[in-house]
């Protein structure tokens, strides 16, 4: 890696495992410039093992309280634009990088910049920790309201309209061109509004078939059938509040297109009938669904508050 491509990882924690993150960093640390941890108010034993943790590419940034993904992002990008670094890699803490996986990322997108390509983001394929399976990419349509894209073999790269913010390779230049990410949401929908918003201004979003990350996509899951057997997370009840609200915030936007739109209100159906219908524990959820369709129709933003 020359030093016009330095990359800058930027990984968000609260609340982490230490073993994980401890294998987070020590993937990381040999495959990018910089790497620094923004903790969103975790433990103090958390801030002493981040504390011990400080070796001479390893930084730490304690933000003291619970601010948000999105905000937390931007405080790592602000840091790496301050230290002139050409591209952020963001990572959160459940992630952690197969070798060459930063590689793979930045020569894609090189590869891709020599085609003339306007690139926002180049993501990265996760396997799961629960099942194993390597994941594709997605694109908004379909009977289903989106599509996996898969790589086909030697395939290097494939256009998508989304990649999760874990895993993802951002030229800094885009940041400045576009800005970072809506502290608004604070979190759910974070990554899909920046990508959103990118594809908006005329760039486009890949994914590198050669890059690898393993990623947890959360403990409590579950088997529930809806025209197949599939695995889906539970949340505490305030995550639907999010992911309602900030639905209904970016329907309200002009820039999303119709793919997404149809994509959209299809899933928060299903996470209507799946999640405050059949489920067990439906009443909190269903309250926190109603509160963040009141509250995103009124335009708020922000840390909910009760």
Known sequence: MSAS?????????????????????????????????VDNGSSP??????????EHNIHCLLLGSNLGI?????????WAQERDGNYVLLMDQDSVPQTEMVEE????????????IKVAAVGSRYKDGAD??????VRF???????AVSCRENQQEVECDFV??????????????????????????????????????GYKIYGACLAVMHHELGSNRIPLWFIRWRSVSVHAPFRYYYMVRNSVLLHRRDYPDRAWRLFDMQRLLQVFVFFGLFLPGRAPRLRMMWKGFRDGMRGVTGKFND
């Open 5 to 37: 491509d330095e990359v800058i990882a930027v990984i968000v924690t609260y609340h982490p495992e230490s073993e994980r993150l401890g294998l987070l960093l020590d993937s990381l640390k040999c495959q990018v410039t910089r790497v620094v941890v």
């Open 45 to 54: 034993d958390i801030r002493r093992y981040l504390a011990d943790r400080k």
């Open 70 to 78: 999105a905000a937390a992002q931007n405080a790592g990008i602000a």
């Open 105 to 116: 990322l930045l020569q894609t997108y090189l590869r891709l910049k020599r085609q003339n």
């Open 132 to 137: 194993g399976q390597l994941s594709g990419f």
């Open 141 to 147: 349509s379909g009977r289903t309201g989106s599509r």
């Open 164 to 201: 999760i913010a874990s895993g993802s390779l951002i030229p800094l230049s885009v940041i400045d061109d576009v800005g970072g990410m809506d502290e608004g949401f604070f979190i759910d929908h974070v990554d899909t509004e920046w990508c959103l918003r990118t594809r908006s201004k």
